[in-house]
């Protein structure tokens, strides 16, 4: 199970931070990623991370704003956000998988969040 949240709205050029909770079946050992989905267009890789955080991808899109993390402790994935700008307003979602395939790959990720909707005005 893995559960996001800390969406909101928030004006451009402000921050949000997203969580997503997991259990520990979905969570240990597993890589996980953060995608998002924009009303009308395909759900889109955003950033992911390895098992122990020492690898961690980002689409160019959001390069040098957005920050993936993790804390294997309180199996919790997390997404700064800094510098928001409209084109970010999407649906995020939080998922976790073995691999299989390269990290923006929605098919390396076995399991899926519900998503945490981020609207950012303009």
């Known amino acids: 199970q893995l559960q996001a949240s800390g969406g909101g709205l928030v004006q451009a050029g402000g921050s949000l931070r997203l969580s997503c909770a997991a259990s520990?079946?979905?969570?240990?050992?597993?890589?996980m990623a953060w995608f998002r989905q924009a009303p009308g267009k395909e759900r889109e890789f955003v950033a992911a991370?390895?098992?122990?955080?020492?690898?961690?991808y980002y689409d160019d899109s959001v390069k040098g704003r957005f920050t993936i993390f993790r804390d294997n402790a309180k199996n919790t994935l997390y997404l700064r956000m800094n510098s928001l700008k409209a084109e970010d307003t999407a649906v995020y979602y939080c998922a976790s998988g073995m691999g299989g395939t390269s990290w923006p790959e929605k098919k390396r990720y076995q399991y899926w969040g519900q998503g945490a909707l981020v609207t950012v005005s303009s």
């Open positions: 991370i390895s098992w122990t955080g020492d690898s961690t």
């Open positions: 520990g079946r979905t969570f240990s050992g597993y890589g």
